[in-house]
């Protein structure tokens, strides 16, 4: 079969990763914070912590779809 017939597989999230949250509004970051995947809740959801600016962690509710893998140029 011709190549155009296979489904890309999409990065799916596991607890203990990191991963790239895009958020477009909120108090964390405009534009996209590395967050750490802590676990996964229902419905699609994913529990991740971040860093505030003042160095605090903070936990929050994203969806999955929101998250992307991180840059492979991040360390």
Same mark, same amino acid.
């Given at each position: 079969m011709?190549? @155009?017939?296979? +489904?890309?597989?999409?990065w799916?999230? /596991?607890?203990g990763? *990191?991963? &790239?949250y895009w /958020?477009?509004?909120? +108090? *964390?970051?405009?534009? @996209? *914070?590395?967050?750490? %995947? =802590? ?5 699609? &959801?994913? %529990? %991740?912590?971040?860093?505030?600016s003042? @160095?605090?962690? %903070?936990?929050?509710?994203? +969806? $999955?779809?929101?998250?992307? $893998?991180?840059q492979?140029s =991040?360390?």
């Amino acid at each position: 079969m011709a190549n @155009g017939n296979r +489904k890309k597989t999409r990065w799916q999230p /596991c607890p203990g990763e *990191l991963a &790239y949250y895009w /958020c477009t509004s909120g +108090k *964390l970051a405009r534009g @996209g *914070l590395n967050v750490r %995947v =802590l676990a996964e809740a229902s419905g699609g &959801y994913m %529990v %991740v912590e971040a860093l505030r600016s003042d @160095g605090s962690a %903070v936990r929050i509710t994203v +969806k $999955a779809s929101s998250l992307a $893998a991180p840059q492979p140029s =991040l360390f």
